[in-house]
């Protein structure tokens, strides 16, 4: 790996740190941080993207408060929504696989992180309900944990979209 691909991790693992410092309260917060996610992957590509999500994990793992409400430890990853940090990660994943597969175009690139939105979504309702002892039905979690963040994260892939053409262009 280069230097300039270390760099570029490092940095959107930054970025996603601030990203989910953005933070308005709610059941789960509204952060930005999925946009920020969605930027690294466009970004960086499936690979180095989802390397800087890990990272981003590993720091808040080792007790930089990287969370949203600048909270860190193994707690925060484990506790109520730490389902759709995991998220993030198969959503790296999913988009590393199909890079490897599919010529990326912009059209794939919205169905792949579409398809990482959900899978994200699925893990996040799943790891919810274990956590709460499956207090919830499904119908309610989806109203309660996704209903709510659905264009909210259309508008974050769009604005990432944006962001991304734009870096990406400087950074050739």
């Known amino acids: 790996m280069k230097v300039k691909d270390i760099s570029y991790i490092a940095i959107m693992a930054v970025i996603i740190t601030i990203c989910s410092w953005i933070s308005i309260p709610f059941t789960i917060p ?4 999925t946009f ?15 390397i800087s999500i890990l990272l981003y994990l590993l720091l808040g793992i080792l007790g930089l408060p990287v969370f949203s409400g600048f909270s860190c ?37 919205i169905l792949i992180l579409c398809l990482g939105l ?30 709510p963040y659905i264009i909210p994260d259309l508008i974050k892939m769009f604005l990432a979209f944006l962001v991304s053409n734009k870096v990406k262009i400087t950074m050739e």
């Open 36 to 50: 920020a996610i969605f930027s690294s992957l466009l970004i960086l590509g499936g690979k180095n993207g989802t």
């Open 118 to 147: 959900i899978t994200c979504y699925t893990i996040g309702i799943l790891w919810f309900s274990i956590y709460s002892g499956n207090s919830y039905s499904i119908k309610s979690l989806m109203l309660l944990l996704i209903l």
């Open 30 to 33: 509204f952060t930005m941080q």
């Open 73 to 109: 430890g193994v707690s925060h990853l484990l506790g109520a929504t730490g389902g759709f940090l995991f998220g993030f990660i198969v959503m790296g994943i999913i988009y590393m696989i199909f890079e490897k597969f599919m010529t990326i175009n912009t059209k794939t690139q």
